[in-house]
């Protein structure tokens, strides 16, 4: 979740340089650097093996994102699929498989 939220911020930074500066763009990136923010605090939740509903919460958003992502970027690309599938999927069913853990701490 970590590295997918940094690539989330690094795509908007370097996608900013292409967009006037409106208010319908300004939005739009605000929108995309929030969920950023709240999958990297997640992931870095899920590292530190703290609150787990946020872990929870954040692996779902991963989830969200990624398929809104292919939603936007859909070019028929097979490989594509499935490494957003794998992204959007893997955190979810590793926090549900840790939450034994969390619960010892």
């Given at each position: 979740m970590v590295a997918f939220a940094l690539f989330l911020l690094i795509e908007m930074v370097s996608g900013v340089s292409n967009y006037?500066?409106?208010i319908y763009n300004l939005v739009s990136i605000l929108l995309l650097i929030i969920p950023?923010?709240?999958i990297f605090t997640g992931g870095v939740f899920c590292l530190?093996?703290?609150?787990w509903p946020v872990c929870f919460a954040s692996a779902l958003v991963t989830l969200l994102t990624m398929v809104i992502?292919?939603?936007?970027?859909?070019?028929?690309s097979i490989q594509l699929t499935w490494v957003v599938?794998?992204?959007g999927t893997f955190p979810i069913i590793f926090v549900c498989l840790r939450k034994p853990e969390w619960n010892e701490i």
């Open positions: 006037e500066f409106g950023a923010a709240f530190r093996k703290k609150y992502w292919l939603l936007s970027h859909a070019t028929g599938s794998m992204v």
